[in-house]
C-alpha cells in the first residue's frame, strides 16, 4: 500500500492508499493519524516532496504511525533529495547538509529508499538501502518532444552524467561547459562553451537542478556567441526561485519534472510528471 504525504503527488498511483488526517498543533508542531486499518498490512511505500525540515518532520511522524500500526517494511520515495547541493564542506563554519537528511532518513531503517537523478554521488553514498534512479527516460521523453539537438553540459560537474545520457539516447553529440564560481559568495563567472561554431544546431542544456538559473542564463549567452539555434533546457528538478522570465528570454521550453512541486501551466515551462513511467 502507498501513504503519499503530499496529496498532489501520487506517483505510484492512487489506488491502494492510505489514508490520514493531519493538522498542525498551536504551538506550531505537526501531526499526523493514520484512518486506514493496517492490522494485515507487511508492507507501506511512502511517497513524499521534501522541501523543508518541516516536510521531514512530517515523514518521521508518518513512519512512526506507520511502525505503531504494525507495518514492518516501509520504503520511501522521495525523487528530490533534500541538501544534495551541500556535499562538501566548502569554508570553515559549514554543516555538511546532505549527511544531516541521510542520518535522519537512516535512523528510520527503511528497506528502500528511491532517490531521482541525484546531485553527486555522496547523497547515494551516504544513505542505506539507495534505489538511485537516472534521468535517462525524462531526457528521452524531453528529446522525443523537440527533435534531434546538441546535447550541453553546463560544467564539469555534469560531465559523467551526460555522457551517460548521450549513450542512452543512441550516442548524441556532447558540448561542454564550464564556468567557475567563487565558494565564498556563490558568484559566477567564467562561462565557457568547447566548440568554435554551432552552425545553427539546436542545443538541450541537461543538469539536474535549476534554482536561480544563473548558471544557465550565462551559458545560453555563450552559446549564442557560439551561433546555437534554438536553446532548451531540461533540469529534473526545477526550484526556479526567481521565477522563469529570465531563462524564457534565451530558452524556447524548459523542462522539469513535479519532484519539487507542481506548476500551473506557463509559458515556456513544460513539466513532465514523475508518474509518466520514470520512476
Known amino acids: 500500500m502507498n501513504l503519499n504525504l503530499d496529496p498532489l503527488f501520487t506517483p505510484l ?27 494485515a498490512i507487511f508492507e507501506v511505500t511512502i511517497t513524499h516532496r521534501i522541501n523543508s525540515f518541516n516536510d521531514m ?9 506507520l511502525r505503531r500500526s504494525g507495518v514492518k517494511e516501509i520504503n520511501l520515495v522521495i525523487p528530490y533529495f533534500p541538501a544534495a547541493r551541500q ?34 554521488e555522496v547523497a547515494i553514498a551516504l544513505l542505506d538501502n539507495c534505489n538511485a534512479l537516472n534521468n535517462h527516460k525524462f531526457i528521452q521523453k524531453v528529446v522525443a518532444q ?79 556567441k557560439k551561433n546555437a539555434g534554438k536553446l532548451y533546457l531540461a533540469v529534473s528538478h526545477g526550484i526556479f526561485n526567481k521565477g522563469l522570465k529570465d531563462l524564457s528570454q534565451y530558452f524556447d521550453l524548459i523542462f522539469t519534472t513535479d519532484s519539487i512541486r507542481n506548476m500551473d501551466a506557463q509559458a515556456p515551462l513544460v513539466q513532465i510528471k514523475l508518474e509518466d513511467n520514470l520512476l
Do not use: W
Open 57 to 65: 518532520g512530517f515523514l518521521l511522524l508518518a513512519v512512526d504511525a
Open 146 to 224: 523537440i527533435g534531434a539537438v546538441k546535447l550541453i553540459s553546463p560544467d564539469g560537474g555534469a560531465l559523467k552524467k551526460i555522457y551517460k545520457v548521450a549513450a542512452a539516447l543512441d550516442g548524441m553529440e556532447v558540448v561542454e561547459g564550464s564556468k567557475s564560481r567563487d565558494v565564498k559568495t556563490g558568484k559566477l563567472s567564467g562561462f565557457k562553451v568547447y566548440v568554435d561554431d554551432l552552425e545553427g544546431a539546436d542545443c538541450l542544456v541537461v543538469d539536474d537542478i535549476c534554482d536561480g538559473g544563473g548558471t544557465f542564463l550565462g551559458l545560453a549567452a555563450e552559446l549564442k
Open 87 to 120: 556535499d562538501r564542506v566548502m569554508v570553515t563554519g559549514e554543516a555538511l547538509s546532505v549527511k544531516v537528511y541521510a542520518d535522519l532518513i537512516n535512523n528510520l531503517q527503511l528497506k528502500q529508499v528511491t532517490i531521482f537523478d541525484a546531485h553527486s
Open 13 to 39: 498511483g492512487k489506488e491502494n492508499r492510505i489514508d490520514f488526517v493531519a493538522f498542525t498543533f498551536s504551538g506550531g508542531e505537526p501531526h499526523l493519524k493514520i484512518t486506514t486499518n493496517l492490522d
